[in-house]
């Protein structure tokens, strides 16, 4: 079975920590990597697709010194491999056109806007989750316990995922 | 590649090869290399190095390789050839050794076929050489030299025995029932039926759960058991959503559906895939099993052990709350592809109910949804594609298999290890019930009934012919046990998806899974040998 990464890419570390903090409820199934930057977060992603392993979810922060997040991410979803991750920019100040730019060319699926709450950051990863693992038809059972076991067995059962072996 | 998965491809292919190359007294060739595909497969689907319906299929590949009349060992390639020529009088001179017990000599048909040939007349000519005359005895017969040659005196199956498996009645009978499911599934009919089901259970919570049984059981009589569990989920998890979190009734709720789902699959013939291996083992010793006696039989059965695992969770999980919020949206679809699925569905069951009457067999009307509903465009090529095919595998891979125990006398040599006749009816059916048991709650249940069942027919097949024995209530009853191994998460489908929720433990599941399972291995072997035995003889 493949392991299934978040990614959190943001250039202030306190940042990083606190979306660290928020998601250790779903570190037992889904772990995180973190990256400070556009270039360390795409050695990250060799790395795990050496392993063979997948992200889930990239948080990416949008206002960044090299490239920014919204740059990034359209980068990630331009990128066969990566296509599918689900995009979230994290950030309190990008503007409006940015913001648009980054839903027309980055596949953005989600905005966070700083300072978020804890509970409404975990509902947005589980959300977000879920859609990734039924677009990629995995077999939902090692993810049932942590994300929506409804949403994760109705699919399971329209597409057959299941069978009695 | 983990330790596990090494282990179990070098244990395999040590097996495979110790079947074969080590010599048992009282085996022949063909069932010494039988012996050593059945450890293959076996030690495949225990320890499973690769899916278990890959193993299926190279069952099947190795069957048609070293097993067929026409594969490398028992080929009539492999046999030697005499010396022959044409006297002058026309007829064929042949070294004397090469004829058989009963005067025949075999010939090599262009390397595909073995054919016998009773010359009509037999002279010696001397040197130890016979003139044989008769017909296709001439300058072109291809004589072998040999009458015991394996390729003769092992009575090899050809190969297209081995992939005919794969379209035997059982098989389409279970395509029909694919069929039905994936148009039941298609058009929300399953859900729709839940819907109507549920409420008359009102809201308190002991009918609420017996509610969801009876709707489990049902649907999972008719489609896949793993299928039917997810789609309660979605029904049950709301439910769950709903009750306070310290009340122990959210786990009886949880583990009503795959303790239900394991349960109705037992009620009618395509329920669950161990059926299948035991009517495919029935028909080879003769006996058929309509859709209906099936049912008489096994629908009883199934009532009583649910209404007694229903009130066993309500025992272990006594629910706090005294009302429970139901809510289920939807309504029926009534597209006219979808009255079309409506209709072929319940044709197709009342053909089958009503074999009496009509005298088409289960397996024949099965074909009806096959072929109509694409026809009607009420399924289309992506529904096709989705049809659980490597169940027809395993199920396959498992009549082929049994074939060979049964026509190489393997299995008569395996039972022969032990003195059945000693035991009784009773014996029998509770030693096989209880491994069959103890095996399915390690492995997948159509793969212990793929192991278990063609011995348990020849030995019931052996003591049938003596008397005072009913081989098909003895099956049935064994089939029944395997369906209800549900003590652990990896026991069924089922199983695993109520524990992926997180709702249950392990231990609760097992506490279940062992009450209900002990209650219902004695009650099968109750009805195999008083009830059953009145319905099919």
């Known amino acids: 079975m493949n392991q299934i990464y978040i990614l959190c890419i943001d250039d202030e570390a306190d940042v990083l920590e606190a979306v660290e903090r928020d998601l250790a409820t779903l570190e037992n199934v889904f772990p995180l990597e973190t990256a400070s930057s556009a270039d360390e977060a795409r050695g990250l992603l060799e790395r795990i697709k050496q392993q063979g392993d997948e992200v889930g979810i990239a948080f990416c922060d949008h206002v960044m010194p090299k490239e920014t997040g919204g740059e990034f991410l359209s980068w990630m979803e331009a990128t066969p491999y990566w296509k599918k991750t689900r995009k979230a920019l994290l950030t309190g100040q990008a503007g409006l056109e940015a913001t648009v730019s980054a839903i027309n060319n980055a596949g953005l699926d989600f905005y966070v806007s700083k300072p978020w709450t804890r509970e409404g950051l975990v509902q947005a990863a589980k959300r977000l989750l879920t859609d990734y693992v039924i677009e990629r038809d995995l077999n939902p059972l090692p993810y049932m316990a942590t994300l929506d076991a409804e949403r994760l067995s109705a699919h399971a059962y329209k597409k057959g995922l299941l069978s009695d072996t | ?537």
């Open chain 2, 1 to 537: 590649m983990n330790l596990k998965t090494i282990l179990g491809l070098a244990l395999g292919i040590l097996g495979l090869a110790a079947g074969i190359f080590v010599p048992i007294e009282g085996l022949g060739l063909p069932a010494q290399i039988t012996l050593g595909i059945f450890i293959f497969a076996a030690v495949f689907w225990i320890m499973e190095p690769i899916p278990i319906y890959a193993t299926s299929m190279l069952v099947i590949l190795l069957q048609v390789m070293l097993l067929s009349s026409q594969g490398f060992i028992f080929s009539v390639r492999t046999a030697p050839l005499a010396e022959t020529r044409v006297a002058e009088n026309g007829a064929l001179v042949v070294p004397a050794s090469a004829l058989g017990e009963g005067g025949e000599v075999y010939l090599n048909k262009s390397n595909k076929s073995l054919a016998k040939v009773v010359p009509t007349s037999v002279e010696a000519v001397g040197e130890g050489k016979v003139a044989l005359r008769g017909k296709g005895l001439d300058g072109e017969a291809l004589v072998i030299a040999d009458p015991q040659h394996r390729s003769i005196s092992a009575g090899a199956n050809s190969y297209s025995d081995f992939y005919g498996t794969l379209a035997s009645p059982i098989i389409m009978l279970f395509l029909g029932g694919f069929a039905l499911a994936a148009a039941a599934v298609k058009f929300g009919l399953d859900r729709s039926l839940t819907r109507v089901l549920l409420s008359p259970f009102g809201k308190r919570p002991a009918m609420v759960c017996l509610g969801l049984m009876i709707c489990t059981a049902t649907l999972s009589a008719f489609m896949s058991n793993t299928a039917t569990t997810a789609m309660m989920m979605t029904v049950v998890l709301p439910i769950v959503g709903s009750i306070a979190p310290g009340d122990p009734f959210r786990k009886c709720v949880a583990l009503a559906i795959p303790v239900a789902a394991n349960i109705g699959g037992i009620a009618t013939p395509i329920g669950t895939p161990p059926n299948a291996i035991a009517l495919a083992a029935l028909k080879e010793s003769g006996i058929n099993i309509s859709f209906s006696t099936w049912m008489v039989m096994a629908v009883p059965f199934t009532i009583a052990l649910l209404v007694f695992a229903w009130w066993m969770l309500l025992v272990l999980f006594k629910p706090e709350a005294e009302q429970l919020e139901v809510k289920l949206s939807g309504s029926f679809d009534k597209s006219a592809k979808a009255i079309a699925a409506y209709l072929i569905f319940a044709a197709t069951v009342l053909l089958w109910v009503t074999e009496k009457l009509h005298g088409i067999s289960t397996t024949m009307v099965a074909f009806l949804p096959i072929a109509i509903l694409p026809a009607l465009g009420v399924l289309d090529k992506k529904d096709i594609r989705g049809f659980s095919w490597e169940v027809l595998w395993l199920v396959a891979g498992g009549i082929s298999l049994g074939l060979s125990l049964k026509s190489t006398g393997l299995a008569v040599w395996l039972i022969g290890l032990v003195s059945w006749s000693s035991l009784g009816a009773l014996g029998v059916v509770i030693v096989f019930g209880v491994v069959g048991y103890l095996v399915a709650n390690l492995i997948s249940h159509t793969v212990s009934a793929t192991m278990i069942m063609p011995l348990a027919i020849t030995v019931g097949a052996a003591l049938a012919s003596v008397g005072g024995f009913n081989l098909a209530a003895s099956i049935v009853s064994i089939t029944a046990i395997i369906s209800i191994a549900m003590v652990l998460p990896i026991s069924t489908p089922p199983n695993a998806i109520a524990m992926a929720t997180g709702i249950i433990e392990t231990k609760d599941m097992a506490k279940v899974g062992v009450v209900v399972g002990v209650a219902g291995v004695a009650l099968a072997i109750v009805f195999g040998l008083v009830y059953w035995p009145l319905i099919v003889r």
